[in-house]
């Protein structure tokens, strides 16, 4: 009878610390958004004229970004490079229209 409550203290004692590590990586572990950020610096710093990307990659900081998210960061860097951006960084369709009729 001993020995049956001795392996349910051991077992118990490792359900806790393993419940308390698991935790402890959900809490601390970055989240999407944090991924994002990270992102969104990597594609602002990254040079894309000198060091083009192939089809399918992403630059270093962006691995765990959906491809989408990445395409829509990278396109935005893009047309704030080409002047296509107002001052709230959004696009602005008369700006792209002007540096088309430059040519």
Do not use: Q
Not at 35 to 47: F, I, P, Q, S
Not at 90 to 97: A, V, Y
Request: net charge negative; charged share 35%.
């Amino acid at each position: 009878m001993r020995r049956f409550k001795r392996s349910h203290i051991i077992i118990a004692a490792l359900v806790t610390v393993a419940s308390v590590a698991v935790t402890a990586w959900w809490i601390i572990r970055p989240t999407y958004a944090d991924e994002l950020k990270r992102c969104e610096k990597a594609v602002a710093a990254y040079d894309f004229d000198a060091n083009p990307v192939a089809e399918g990659d992403t630059i270093p900081g962006c691995e765990d970004v959906d491809r989408d998210d990445y395409m829509a960061l990278a396109m935005n860097k893009t047309m704030d490079d080409l002047g296509w951006l107002d001052d709230e960084g959004k696009f602005d369709k008369n700006r792209m229209l002007e540096d088309s009729l430059d040519d």
